[in-house]
């Protein structure tokens, strides 16, 4: 690309030098873009001997620099020099008066453009355009230093080392070798294959890299950012999308912007704010932050560490553990390989096949878990929990917001505030702790503890004993195995299956007020009863061998060989003792 720049009224000051092989030609042509201008173009071209360890030095501004390699063992240096104005002879005398400087020392050949400074009056007061490009060709292993502004750099096949420093054009650089820093600015940069590492700096201008045999660090400010295929990766910016593929370990800081990372052979660390987070394809690690936008990664080999402000966190197949806390923002993970635990506030948690253990802290969100191999802890506040096939045993405490436990193999635990409770299928012992909800357990294979207030309780099929206490609700009982105390206030109390039969025998205590308590009893079984009640009536459907004075509030006396213990106390309320399969 070819620039042309213009000047204030301009005075040459000219310094001799001792060049050899120089040719100079010059010559009179129309303006490019304006027919009242003209433009003067001449040639300076010059060879001098670059050895081997010698560096070539380019210092330059307003025009292009194009520097390739070439067999010999020198620095071919050809420049173009371009002068317009509206008076030829002005032209004539600025074009005359640009030096390009070859000069060769000790560390090897400097390149240098001298403009004629400003002093005004020469050159009157008409504008000038002006330019000078560059084709320079050193020695395949010679080292290369540019400076630059206003105008492109490209370079290719440099194998002994690169500096580039450009401003305001774009910087081509391409089959490279060895250390290379490349610095650009109000330009892009694109960097195509280097051999060695990379150091890369840009600022309001896109960067394209790949195919980089080394480490890589790149900054840029204000604008995309697109790496493939790099040995090792270090980024930090601001304003600017990053995508990254194909890399060896690496490290992405920004901010404004969206990170895409895919098919790292290592390590991942992200950090952004106010953009968003993709990780897909990570061999190693995975520790991603991310602010006022999602965070998303999958096929993660080992563990992943999320932390979200305002975000959205979703996760699947990971080869290791998961930790994400976060807030403001739903979080949804699953097939996860190892243990999880999520931490986060204004937003719901989703966890599906966890192979580990789960531990979820949560306020003002759902939580729903399913699916966990190890054992889940929930501490969640205003939001409903759900937990069902859990290998482990389940530990959940809740505030403002129902409980549902499904297919626990080992005990579970509720502790719950104002809220209802349900369990099913749970392989070991249960208990629940909560107020104002209901109560509900189904296929216990442990025994049952209940404490609730102002809720009812119903349980079905409980292998081990029941302990349930409650006020202003009723309780229902029924399929339950072991010994059985009900503790009600203003409630009633139905048992029904009670597992006081022929075979089995278990103590049976009731207590409340104010509500009928109705018993089941199998037929054919023995049941010692002791019951009382106070404004109230006493009714039993099997036949009953008295013992001592009876009245209709106060009964003692056994049911066949009386061996099974019932003792039921109530007040306000009638007590009947029914055959079993009668409702």
């Known amino acids: 690309m070819t620039r042309m720049f213009s000047s204030a009224p301009l005075t040459p000051r000219v ?6 092989l120089i040719a100079i030609t010059a010559v009179a042509v129309p303006a490019m873009a304006d027919s009242s201008r003209e433009e003067i173009s001449r040639e300076v071209h010059k060879s001098l001997p ?7 030095e380019v210092d330059h501004r307003n025009g292009n620099v194009r520097i390739h390699t070439h067999a010999s063992a020198a620095a071919r240096v050809d420049a173009r020099i371009r002068v317009s104005s509206s008076d030829m002879e002005e032209a004539k005398r600025f074009a005359d ?6 000069e060769a020392s000790s560390n090897g050949v400097s390149v240098r453009t001298r403009y004629p400074e400003e002093h ?4 009157g007061s008409r504008r000038i355009s002006f330019a000078v490009d560059y084709d320079i060709s050193v020695p395949e292993g010679a080292a290369v230093s540019i400076r630059n502004r206003f105008g492109d750099v490209l370079a290719d096949d440099l194998k002994g080392g690169t500096e580039i420093h450009n401003a305001n054009g774009r910087v081509v650089f391409r089959g490279g070798k060895g250390m290379a820093r490349l610095e650009n600015s109000f330009g892009s940069l694109e960097l195509a294959g280097n051999a060695g590492d990379t150091d890369v700096t840009n600022a309001n201008g896109t960067v394209t890299i790949a195919d980089v045999d080394g480490q890589l660090s790149v900054r840029n400010r204000f604008g995309r950012v697109t790496i493939a295929r790099a040995k090792k990766v270090t980024f930090s910016g601001t304003n600017a999308d990053v995508s990254l593929t194909g890399s060896g370990p690496a490290s992405v800081t920004t901010s404004f912007g969206a990170v895409d990372v895919s098919n790292v052979a290592g390590d991942l660390s992200v950090q952004n704010t106010n953009g968003a987070v993709t990780a897909a394809g990570v061999a190693g690690e995975a520790e991603l932050s991310a602010s006022f936008a999602a965070i998303t990664f999958s096929d993660v080999k080992k563990g992943v560490r999320c932390t979200g402000t305002n975000a959205r966190v979703s996760g699947r197949k990971a080869g290791g553990a998961v930790t994400v806390q976060n807030s403001f923002g739903p ?6 390989g190892g243990a999880v635990d999520v931490q986060n506030s204004n937003g719901k948690v989703r966890l599906r096949d ?18 966990i191999g190890g054992d889940a802890t929930v501490v969640g506040g205003n939001g409903a929990v ?6 482990g045993a389940v530990d959940a405490r809740n505030s403002f917001g129902a409980v549902s436990v499904t297919r626990a193999k080992k005990g579970v635990k509720v502790n719950s505030g104002n809220g209802g409770v349900a369990i099913a299928d749970a392989g070991g012992m249960s208990f629940v702790k909560t107020s104002f909800g209901l109560v509900e357990a189904a296929r216990i ?5 209940v404490e609730n207030s102002n809720g009812a309780v119903r349980a079905s099929d409980v292998r081990g004993f029941a302990n349930v206490r409650t006020s202003f609700s009723a309780v229902a009982l029924e399929g339950i195995t072991g010994a059985i105390d009900v503790d009600n206030q203003n409630g009633s109390v139905e048992l029904r299956d009670i597992g006081t039969g022929a075979k089995a025998c278990s103590r049976v205590a009731v207590k409340t007020s104010f509500a009928p308590v109705r018993i089941s009893l199998a037929e054919g079984g023995g049941y010692a009863v002791n019951a009382r009640t106070s404004f109230g009536k006493i009714h039993s459907e099997l036949p009953l061998t008295i013992s001592g004075s009876a009245s209709s509030d106060s009964l003692q006396g056994k049911i066949g060989d009386g061996r099974c213990e019932i003792t039921v106390s109530d007040s306000n309320g009638n007590i009947e003792l029914m055959k079993q399969g009668r409702r």
Do not use: H, M, W
């Open 120 to 123: 005004g009056g020469l050159f």
């Open 386 to 391: 759900t937990l069902s096939n859990i290998e």
């Open 50 to 56: 670059l050895r081997s360890g010698q560096r070539l």
């Open 97 to 102: 008066a640009i030096a390009i400087d070859v």
């Open 331 to 336: 979080v949804e993970l699953s097939d996860i």
């Open 354 to 371: 966890i192979r580990g253990a789960a531990i979820v802290r949560n306020r003002f969100g759902d939580v729903d878990a399913s699916g």
């Open 445 to 449: 294979a442990g025994d049952l503890t």
């Open 15 to 20: 310094r001799s030098a001792a060049l050899a």
